[in-house]
């Protein structure tokens, strides 16, 4: 895909982007600072709804929190569209940063945010691979079990 856009890519993929969520609390979704992008953390909305909630390790199965994990992803995808304008202005993701609504004894963590990290290399090729942490939460804002933040190179 190496001659193909990261809009070209999410057509290949069938994704197409939502209106991006509008912040709940004293915040703001995206900031940009010299050539960073900051995206704030979004959680798996499809169609204004959570695709879940609840905990892994509890009621929430590793294969739906992969899945919320991309959500989120298309999310942050839709977050910095509104905010750059071009996909193409994605220098590079930096950064990602997962957290996962989990009892105390869940060890998947890497596993369910791999369903956002696939998504960043997938839709901005080799500008997608990103460091990444992982960290498990005891909950995440509306009982979502998933929420993923992202720090964005653009040009």
């Keep these: 895909m190496p001659d193909t856009t990261p809009e070209q890519r999410?057509?290949?993929?069938?994704?197409v982007l939502p209106t991006?969520?509008?912040?709940v609390a004293n915040y703001v979704g995206t900031v940009i600072s010299g050539s960073s992008l900051v995206v704030s953390g979004q959680l798996?909305?499809?169609?204004g709804k959570l695709l879940t909630t609840g905990?892994?390790?509890?009621t929430v199965a590793v294969e739906l929190a992969v899945e919320a994990a991309r959500y989120s992803m298309i999310n942050v995808i839709a977050q910095v569209k509104a905010a750059l304008g071009d996909l193409s202005r994605v220098k590079r993701v930096v950064r990602l940063g997962g957290f996962i609504a989990c009892?105390?004894?869940f060890t998947q963590h890497a596993a369910v945010m791999n369903g956002a990290s696939d998504l960043?290399?997938?839709v901005f090729g080799d500008a997608g691979r990103h460091a990444r942490s992982t960290v498990g939460v005891p909950s995440l804002p509306l009982d979502s079990a998933v929420e993923v933040e992202g720090?964005?190179?653009?040009?």
């Design 120 to 122: 960043a290399v997938a």
């Design 44 to 47: 798996p909305l499809v169609d």
């Design 20 to 23: 991006p969520a509008t912040p």
């Design 10 to 15: 999410l057509r290949q993929l069938g994704i």
């Design 103 to 105: 009892t105390p004894d």
């Design 151 to 155: 720090l964005f190179e653009i040009g």
């Design 55 to 58: 905990k892994l390790g509890g």
